[in-house]
């Protein structure tokens, strides 16, 4: 069974340039995340999705950030324009049902992304 | 914001010893998780457990949870070089259903 597929693994990019950062989950997942790791730290939620719902997008900065979600499946994050701190890694993760919170998240190999 | 803290930050031990990882969080839980973060395999779940739950087992993988303290601790017997990655414990609050990660403790296994 194929894993999280996230494109692309890496992009360097000038500050105020946007960005586009694509997931696509494990088939009949229905709850997507995209998280930001910075170095030296744990990932941080940026976005939820329950099928094509946001459902927690507290901690997404919605001046820059962009999240969508069409048809339930594949999800694109953009940030436009980009400053220097976002440089991070974006790491995308789904799950078959993350109502609950029980259920174990499934990640993939993560963008990342330089801000120079 | 990070609701556990792992301790200790890093960890180096020789192969064959055992390893033991904490962590501490600050609300109630409904669970809590422990993952493990490599450059060849990106972050992958290993075990989960309940509020209600005291230990679990998986393999050489053996986990306590005292909520009374709102501490965990992850060990790893008989570590191998492979076990080298970065282990990070992750909450579900009681009345969410938010994974809240913690830094992480770097583990290093020498062969």
């Known amino acids: 069974e194929a894993g999280v597929v996230q494109s692309p693994r890496y992009k360097i990019i000038e500050k105020k340039q946007p960005v586009a950062f694509w997931c696509n989950p494990i088939?009949?997942?229905?709850?997507l995340y995209w998280y930001l790791q910075n170095l030296g730290q744990g990932p941080e939620l940026l976005i939820r999705?329950?099928?094509?719902?946001?459902?927690?997008d507290s901690q997404l900065p919605k001046d820059r950030f962009s999240a969508e979600r069409l048809k339930g499946v594949d999800s694109t994050l953009k940030i436009q324009p980009a400053e220097l701190g976002d440089s991070a890694v974006y790491l995308c993760?789904?799950?078959?049902?993350?109502?609950?919170?029980?259920?174990?998240?499934?990640f993939g190999p993560g963008t990342r992304l330089t801000v120079l | 914001s990070q609701q556990g803290e792992e301790d200790p930050q890093a960890l180096s031990i020789q192969e064959g010893e055992n390893a033991t990882m904490n962590c501490s969080y600050k609300?109630?839980?409904?669970?809590l998780q422990w993952y493990r973060q490599n450059s060849g395999r990106g972050l992958v779940h290993l075990i989960l457990?309940?509020?209600?739950?005291r230990e679990k087992h998986s393999g050489r993988l053996r986990v306590t949870l005292d909520t009374s303290k709102k501490s965990s601790s992850l060990l790893i017997t008989a570590s191998r070089a492979a076990d080298t990655a970065s282990y990070f414990c992750?909450?579900?609050?009681?009345?969410?259903?938010?994974?809240?990660f913690g830094a992480g403790t770097i583990l290093r296994v020498k062969s």
């Open positions: 993760a789904s799950s078959l049902d993350g109502r609950e919170g029980l259920d174990e998240q499934f």
């Open positions: 088939s009949g997942h229905n709850t």
């Open positions: 999705y329950e099928n094509e719902e946001a459902v927690d």
């Open positions: 609300t109630s839980i409904n669970n």
């Open positions: 457990i309940r509020s209600n739950e």
């Open positions: 992750a909450t579900v609050g009681k009345y969410g259903n938010k994974l809240v």
